[in-house]
């Protein structure tokens, strides 16, 4: 998808440059904890202060590494004709990933399995308007912890031909990643990092810390030429000022740090400015999601993304534990915060429940529809004789209807929006049937496109290859 609207402007330009420059001389004079040694061994290289974990860093290095990184790229995924490209106007909307626990209609909130991860993959599958898969819906909780990952990384093989995020948690999981897309595209290592295909969400630990298992995972997938995005978890009044300025001003630093670290691993490598600044309700600590600050941040942050040249990730939140009003309200702000902020990747655009702990299958669903929806309104409204129809006008002429014109019957089965889930019937209608809420209407399309849906072919030697690789891969990770 296109956006050809202009971005929301939250901030004026002398405002930017001043949350740029407050950002840089946090960077110089309090500096990032690094607990990565190696991570840090690169950055005292390149000149910047290292004293213990902290690194402090020089403003002009800052600048002329972050420079490096292209403004867009694009994803290859396993089907050619869904790959992406990351930047300039594009919009790519992902799917949840990485909650806890999964939920639906039927079988309520649990622990996820692996079989149910699968299940929501095809699900993910069928939606066309979701263009990449999020780097697991859930995680698999009846597997090993330290071996997961190779399961999940053969489903998304597998069960989609769309592109999907890799895993930075740690060096043996962005490396699996890595080698299990290179078998699934008939290609290696160096042929991935000419056309990348994996991208990746990198989290500092907000305040001004990056830990080891996300310093492993950036280094290997930078090094080995994947996109990563760069995503500080900054809540206002928590781990950040209770100021969005604040806020704003310690995720720009972060991101600028980790920018730094990125480009000095690998020149030019990839990457992505993720902004995901919220707040807190100040009454119990816990995070807000889908609020008017996020809204407003988000739409900062995009600005704060396109003054480095950088392409620009949000996401669709909600803090409701429920597939309710609250969430679908919570989650219409977020995205209208993402895509007129000029986000390049929705992230978590569609499942996300409970500030992320739960995956939804109904709220899959729900998501899907506002997507398209939203997808619908990127379409700019066409003006031509032809649209304007004066000619039907007059003829059909004053105290009329249009429903037999020649012009409607021209149009009709593409005139307008078709929707998903919204059951535009009257009362009468709708009772009839039963009376079903939006909720149970989702569940239906879920479960109808999970028993509809249909695997995309994968060569079998492709797949023996895979097979072969995780079996050897466990047996090392499990001694």
């Not at 690998?266 to 816990?286: E, I, L």
Request: glycine share 8%.
């Amino acid at each position: 998808m296109v956006n050809p609207y202009e971005p929301i402007r939250m901030l004026s330009d002398d405002h930017v440059e001043h949350v740029h420059r407050a950002s840089l001389t946090l960077l110089h004079t309090t500096g990032m904890r690094v607990l990565h040694p190696p991570a840090r061994r690169l950055l005292a290289e390149a000149g910047c202060v290292v004293d213990d974990l902290m690194v402090r860093f020089d403003p002009e290095l800052v600048e002329e590494m972050v420079a490096r990184a292209p403004s867009s790229f694009v994803l290859r995924a396993r089907n050619p004709a869904r790959d992406l490209t990351i930047g300039g106007r594009h919009v790519v909307f992902t799917s949840v990933g990485g909650p806890a626990f999964a939920s639906d209609a039927e079988r309520g909130r649990r622990p996820g399995s692996h079989a149910e991860q699968a299940e929501y993959l095809r699900v993910i599958q069928a939606l066309d308007v979701i263009q990449q898969e999020g780097g697991g819906p859930f995680e698999a909780m009846d597997l090993a912890p330290e071996t997961r990952h190779l399961d999940l990384c053969l489903s998304l093989i597998r069960l989609l031909d769309k592109n999907w995020q890799g895993i930075a948690l740690g060096r043996d999981r962005a490396a699996d990643c890595i080698d299990m897309a290179a078998i699934a595209l008939g290609t290696d290592r160096d042929g991935l990092a000419a056309a990348p295909a994996l991208l990746t969400i990198v989290n500092t630990n907000t305040p001004l810390t990056l830990d080891i298992p996300m310093a492993e995972g950036l280094i290997e997938l930078a090094g080995a030429g994947q996109a990563v995005c760069v995503t500080p978890f900054t809540l206002a009044g928590a781990m950040a000022p209770a100021t969005l300025a604040g806020a704003l001003a310690l995720q720009n630093a972060e991101m600028l740090a980790v920018g730094t670290l990125i480009q000095l691993v690998r020149p030019g490598a990839p990457m992505m400015y993720g902004s995901f600044t919220s707040n807190v309700d100040m009454r119990s600590g816990s995070p807000a999601f889908g609020t008017p600050e996020y809204t407003k941040a988000a739409q900062a942050s995009g600005q704060l993304a396109r003054r480095y040249g950088l392409p620009f990730r949000s996401s669709n939140t909600t803090t409701s534990n429920a597939v309710d009003a609250q969430a679908a309200y919570e989650s219409a702000m977020s995205l209208w915060g993402a895509v007129m902020g000029g986000a390049n990747l929705v992230n978590h655009a569609a499942g996300w429940l409970e500030g992320g702990l739960t995956a939804s299958f109904e709220k899959l669903i729900i998501d899907a529809e506002m997507l398209q929806m939203m997808a619908s309104y990127l379409q700019p409204i066409e003006v031509d004789d032809a649209s304007l129809g004066l000619e039907a006008i007059g003829a059909v002429g004053p105290g009329g209807h249009f429903f037999g014109s020649p012009h409607t019957l021209e149009r009709y089965e593409h005139a307008f929006y078709s929707p998903l889930v919204s059951d535009w019937r009257n009362f009468e209608t709708w009772a009839e049937s039963g009376s079903p809420d939006t909720t149970e209407r989702a569940h239906r399309i879920w479960r109808r496109l999970l028993d509809e849906s249909v695997s995309p072919t994968l060569d079998a030697a492709i797949d023996d290859e895979l097979v072969e690789f995780v079996a050897h891969r466990k047996e090392v990770l499990s001694r």
